[in-house]
């Protein structure tokens, strides 16, 4: 087999331009003697993990690449999986054709598993508990505090405000930059999402959050700061998106590499600990029991209805009805019409 890896994205171009993805897919498919099924495969793939090794690592070359930084993009995958953006086969076709492209030059130890983050074929809902513990939320919470200490830099208390709000009130990382929280009126218990909030789709939603003091914490935090924050939202003023969610994502990996014990840390994962816990009190609200999301319990399908007939006394067709109707309460809250979003983040 030829050694290619002297030479930059094995000898087919300088960065991942859309001629070298092009040459790298034909490439792949060659030596694996395949046909062009493949390398259309590797190319569309390789496209998307392309922009987000530059995105993210300012990679532009598959020789700097790392098996972290694959880990990386199948997190990034899953998100886009539970968001409804990919499909099952996507997801693993895409892990399955970068798992070809590195087997074929030579680095076999760049090797991912679709099943270990949840994104393989063959099975509608992971049921796998992708939130962040209280540990860990608030162990990076620590993180940004004693960055800020360190530094004086108020990018890591925004940071820090931006997780609480994740958290509490489900916001996707873009929303928790974006959302225009000096403007917002949180006088009550409602929030009220529009266009310039960073929602998906520009889709407006209005929910009660988990709680409200983290939202109103982060209004001060920007009201206190705004020579920073001049657009009203926790996005320094001179930085646009794309640059502070590169930050934001940097520091992430830095805590984890001085937090071991904290290496499953992700920010999508404070949107599956809100989801869980909306999922908990709803049942409480209706029941006067608070249920536990499937993937908590580890009870499915009937054995999860079965455990809530036994804890509500309901018959099992309006246990199961309810459960209907709290996984699309889940899923509006989390900006999603389709009560199979919420099945995604609660487990079925």
Same mark, same amino acid.
């Given at each position: ?13 300088? !960065? ?31 496209? +998307? ?9 300012? *990679?532009?070359?598959?020789e700097k690449v790392e098996i972290h930084h694959l880990e990386s993009w /199948? ?29 074929? #030059? ?12 949840? %994104? ?12 962040? !513990? ?5 162990? @990076? ?19 820090? $405000?931006?997780?609480? *709000?994740?958290?509490?009130?489900g916001l996707r990382f873009r929303e928790s930059t974006q959302i225009k *929280? ?14 310039? +909030? ?36 926790? %996005? ?25 014990? #904290? /290496?499953?840390?992700?920010? $999508?994962?404070?949107?599956? =600990? @809100?989801? $869980? ?18 993937? %908590? ?5 009937? =054995?999860? *209805? ?11 067709n309006k246990a199961a009805e309810i459960n209907k109707a709290i996984n ?7 900006? $999603? ?12």
């Amino acid at each position: 087999m030829a050694n290619y890896r002297n030479a930059r994205n094995f000898g087919n171009g300088k !960065t991942l331009s859309a001629f070298t993805v092009r040459n790298l897919s034909r490439q792949t498919s060659t030596l694996a003697n395949r046909g062009d099924a493949l390398a259309l495969k590797v190319q569309s793939a390789l496209k +998307d993990l392309g922009r987000h090794l530059r995105e993210r690592f300012g *990679i532009r070359y598959l020789e700097k690449v790392e098996i972290h930084h694959l880990e990386s993009w /199948a997190e990034s995958l899953q998100g886009r999986l539970v968001e409804g953006e990919f499909s099952r086969s996507t997801t693993s076709s895409y892990i399955s054709a970068v798992n070809t492209l590195f087997a074929t #030059h030579d680095r076999s130890d760049l090797n991912l598993s679709a099943k270990a983050f949840g %994104i393989e074929r063959g099975t509608k809902f992971s049921n796998l508990n992708l939130a962040n !513990t209280p540990d860990s939320q608030e162990a @990076f919470k620590s993180f940004c505090q004693a960055r800020f200490n360190q530094t004086g830099d108020v990018r890591y208390q925004a940071l820090k $405000h931006s997780v609480t *709000i994740q958290a509490e009130a489900g916001l996707r990382f873009r929303e928790s930059t974006q959302i225009k *929280i000096a403007g917002k009126n949180l006088s009550g218990n409602r929030l009220h999402l529009v266009k310039g +909030d960073g929602v998906k789709n520009g889709q407006p939603r209005s929910f009660e959050p988990n709680r409200m003091e983290g939202l109103r914490s982060a209004k001060a935090f920007v009201h206190e700061n705004r020579s920073v924050f001049g657009k009203g939202s926790l %996005i320094p003023v001179e930085a646009t998106y794309r640059e502070y969610k590169a930050w934001a994502y940097d520091q992430v990996e830095a805590f984890r590499k001085v937090s071991p014990e #904290h /290496a499953s840390y992700h920010f $999508h994962g404070n949107r599956h =600990d @809100f989801a $869980h816990r909306e999922y908990s009190k709803a049942w409480k609200q209706k029941t006067g029991v608070a249920i536990q999301a499937p993937v %908590i319990s580890g009870a499915y399908g009937k =054995d999860h *209805i079965r455990n809530v007939t036994e804890s509500t006394k309901l018959d099992a067709n309006k246990a199961a009805e309810i459960n209907k109707a709290i996984n699309l309460e889940v899923a509006e809250k989390l900006g $999603h019409h389709r009560v199979e979003s919420s099945y995604s983040y609660c487990g079925k």
